[in-house]
């Protein structure tokens, strides 16, 4: 089990909770997994079968570079932050 | 998974002190720079910019400046190609392109001072100069709003038509909020209702600019074959070609950027403002065309990091245990989204453990020059904030604000105000350092007649990034070593490359030569900045003269007829594992490469996901003038958890240039604003930055907790040092006077008004 800390503009779709339990061994099956059980939250995490442009996700303690191919560890915890954007 | 590497100290080459490669060409002046640029037929482009900070374009008649002799092209807005509003990964950030077409020449609204609404290219800059004020524009003038507060205000002027805000995940339009995010962790509000002492300030800081001295410049040739070769000032050339390629909608393989020296940077030259113009000027004119900045617009138009307001409120309980935080922070993003809230989030707490936390954040559009990174981006801002309560706290409760950082620093498995978890980290060990220095246990002294000292202490973080970085090697018969890697140098690393390089090799930092390579001759190599080059580029070198081993065991195999794997090398010398007496040295083995295969090459490329956070401490000792309000700096010490110093002295100038960048912040710089959006104080000489005559000799502790992430324990170190300064200034001036000052600039004006 993957452990997700939710962005809180996420928490809506899971009753407010911090974070939630997710299984997964990869970030694309915890992104399907969290969106069968909070529907709502992949468009958010999402675009074209990529990260959404201007999110980072933290695995463990480091922002991966792999993308949504990420293996996670049985343990691992999950964030989703925002990365630095602009124009 | 991520590879970690055990720590090392019997280095031969890291931990040394070269001289720098590129030593002699800077101090001759025979270092090329942007200025420096001469092409045949090459002409000269200048911008036509607006007087105003906000307005509509109603008409722009080019017609004059396009009849004058020697006028090669005009272009406006309309000459722009289209670019979609999509955000695309640069590396150190994101950018949408739509909105970065529009900051760097304006479509049908000039949104800040001096934006860009035509170009011209002529002869030489006199007649490009005279064409330009050729130029009639004719602008209805809207008011404009210039801090935060007046942005989000109901009736507040819009910058923007389309934005759409992005409000806790939810849309907004009509609006100059771009985002608002929100962190929080634990039982924020019953932690803080139950604790012993709380106490809640407003901060707020002017947008301060990056001060390079290097204007920006490009020169640029759109040539027969559609293909566009860029010279030019930059972080990164390969960032660089990614903004050209998509603000001009061409494939990158047709752009090629060629990255010159660079007179300064900070974070303000990784976005691109002249290079897709000066290409544009050069398709119309068939010419190469060279632009440079003159001050007053770099100051106007290019690259200040956030003004901000903020509040912060913190709980501790009756041991002096920090048991809860809040942060609402507001930042000012300029005439385009994008105002660096998140790592700001990152950042606030990081140096404390608190269990219950909150942090709230706003990015805002005002009609100033759109944002660019500035060493630690975002981060500098709430460090005043946060380091400020925490000394006030501290008054407030009685408690020594040294042993209340140390009571309540961050360590291994302690989470950031965003969620993260820290691995291995050294903030309790620079702390310890600091406790320990000769500076925190020597006495303050005693100040002139009319004059008061006082000492103060902060804390800074930057989480440091990682990201892709590529290097080639290639040996050379005298058993030289050639370095092309893409890396801009701002501080030295060119050396830095050499000595990661030298040490796999079992050869002296000055026998491999580096060169920071174009778009052309190097992988991908993200920007110089995020603290990120030492560790990635480094780390890509490493690699690569490790597969540059692999080849070379090969030759030594062929030599004498056994297989590679019974190849040994150490210290740069190959031996038989069979016969260990036989042997040879990498540079002789360089010699015989004609007859054992060629030419012996090798690569390095990497895509790594963090440098490794970096934590300061700075203790700063002030003079105040009781009667002037001046502040003279009369001591300075930056600590700070380095990782591994490969070159300690690049090391110790990171953290002295980041301490006297962050007490001009404290002290002296601003925007100055007049009502009208118009930055009264364009000029170094109204924008007052320290010099050596203004400073006490920086002294640097540097503190080794080698990075498990890099094979020699690199930790990023180039942002940290800016986040201290500016609170440990404000708690000295408190030491000081007994007056707390909760705005920057702390100038002497504002000091004397504390006074009275």
Redesign the interface.
Known sequence: MATVFLPYALRKYADGAERVEVPAKTLRELVDNLEAAHPGTREHLVEDDRLKPGLAAIVGHVATRRGLLQKLDSDTEVHFITAISGG | ??ATFEPKTDYRVVGTRPIRHDGYDKVTGRAIYGGDMKLPGLIWGVMVRSPHAHANIKSIDTSAAEAMDGVFAVITGADMPKAPS????LG?????????S??LMAAEKVLYRGHPVAAVAAVDRYVAEEAARKVVVEYEVLPSVTNVVDALKPDAPILLDDLVG?D??EDVTNTNMA?H?????GDVEGAMSSAAHTIEREYNMQMVHQGYIEPHNATAHWDEEDRIKVWTSTQGAFPARTQIAGILQVDVSRVKVTPLEIGGGFGGKIPVYFEPIAALLSKKSQRPVKMVMERTAVFETTGPTPGARMIIKLGADANGKLTAATADIWFE?GA????????A??CVYAPYEIQNTRIDGWDVLVNKP??A?YRA?GSPQVAFAMESAVDELCEQAGWDSMQFRIDNASKEGTRRG??????KIGMQEVLDAAKASDHWNSPLGDAPEGKVRGRGIANGYWFN???KSSANLAVNADGTVQLTEGSTDIGGSRTSMAMHVAEVLGLDAHDVRPVVGDTESVGFTDVTGGSRTTYATGYACWQAANNLVDVLKERVAILWDIKPEDVDFNDGLFSSKAESAKTIGFKELAGKLDDLGGPANSTGAV????AGDGFGMHIADVEIDLGTGKTDVIRYTAIQDVGTAIHPSYVEGQLQGGSVQGIGWALNEEYFMQDDGRMANSSFLDYRMPTSLDLPQIDTVLVEVPNP?HPYGVRGVGETPICPPIPAIANAIKDATGKRLYNTPMNPGSIVESLK
Do not use: Q, Y
């Not at chain 2, 895509?607 to 963090?610: K, T, Y």
């Open positions: 998974m991520v999509k955000l695309v990964d150190e950030g994101n950018i949408n392109f739509k909105w970065a529009n900051k992005d806790l995940g985002a995010v929100r962190h929080e962790f993003a385009n989204p994008g105002a660096f809230i998140g790592p989030a990152m759109k944002v990174p981006p965003d969620g993260v978890l820290f691995s990034i990682g990201l895509d790594l996901e963090s992430l």
